[in-house]
């Protein structure tokens, strides 16, 4: 089962951070978390790793509207958005929305996740253009 919805870009890391979160705002996402995998583990374990963020994206209509279909749901938000080089290009990777189907089995979640989908991958196509 793919749970993703990926696109590789040609920018460097730093541009593609940057575009992808003005792509997100506006599709209507803020960003409530960030980690920061590679200085994360460079810190705690002195591994060295490619460039790689996790953004923690959040549109709070869908947000509420899932929540309400599902409180436990909140273990699957926010919607995780990775950037990371990728050899010489930045992979941009979101966690489908449909995943949340798949693994609750809740029908009631079904247009949480289009719309989320559509959302997210408006946000991607707009990264590509």
């Known amino acids: ?9 040609d920018s460097d890391f730093d541009t593609a951070v940057a575009a992808v ?8 996402f803020g ?12 810190a705690k374990l002195d591994h060295d790793m490619e460039d790689y963020l996790i953004l923690g994206a959040c549109n709070p209509p ?7 279909a599902d409180r436990s749901i909140g273990l699957l938000l926010p919607c995780n958005v990775v ?5 010489d290009h930045t992979a941009v990777q979101a966690l489908d929305p449909n ?20 959302r ?6 707009s990264l590509g253009a």
Request: hydrophobic residues 50%.
């Open 21 to 28: 979160r003005q792509a997100l705002a506006d599709q209507g």
């Open 62 to 68: 869908l947000a509420r509207q899932a929540l309400e």
């Open 120 to 125: 997210l991958d408006a946000a991607l196509a």
């Open 1 to 9: 089962m793919s749970y993703d919805r990926s696109i590789r870009l």
């Open 99 to 118: 995943t949340m189907i798949a693994l609750t089995g809740l029908p009631a979640l079904g247009p949480v996740a289009a719309e989320a989908t559509a």
């Open 31 to 42: 960003i409530l978390t960030e980690i920061d995998v590679r200085a994360t583990l460079k």
């Open 83 to 87: 950037v990371r080089r990728d050899g």
